[in-house]
Nanobody, 115 residues
Framework: VQLVESGGGLVQAGGSLRLSCVASGNTFEISAMAWYRQAPGEERELVAAITNGGSYTKYVDSVQGRFIISRDNAKNTMYLQMNSLKPEDTAVYYC?????????WGQGTQVTVSS
């Protein structure tokens, strides 16, 4: 499985961005998917996760009510709609996919929020 993120960039505080993660390869193996982020000097943290069918989602408290995770299995794509962005959201955002015997990561996309 290969994962490719896109949609990062520079945005002012209060703005919005939409991240995408496209999966290829043995996508039939993928069950849950998630977005993680890592700020400089910080550990990687889970931002949001979604089940295979999309019926269950969870968010870290700091993004609850501002970010929305979704996926379109027909397009092998997961999204993260990020609204009301704050400078503390600045990080590299990574796509993650879970399979029965492995977890896969994308290369990351930089999100920078200016104050």
């Amino acid at each position: 499985v290969q994962l490719v993120e896109s949609g990062g960039g520079l945005v002012q505080a209060g703005g919005s961005l939409r991240l995408s993660c496209v999966a290829s390869g043995n996508t039939f193996e993928i069950s849950a998917m998630a977005w993680y982020r890592q700020a400089p000097g910080e550990e990687r943290e889970l931002v949001a996760a979604i089940t295979n069918g999309g019926s269950y989602t969870k968010y870290v408290d700091s993004v609850q009510g501002r970010f929305i995770i979704s996926r379109d299995n027909a397009k092998n794509t997961m999204y993260l709609q990020m609204n009301s962005l704050k400078p503390e959201d600045t990080a590299v955002y990574y796509c993650n996919a879970a399979a029965p015997t492995a977890r896969y990561w994308g290369q990351g996309t930089q999100v920078t929020v200016s104050s």
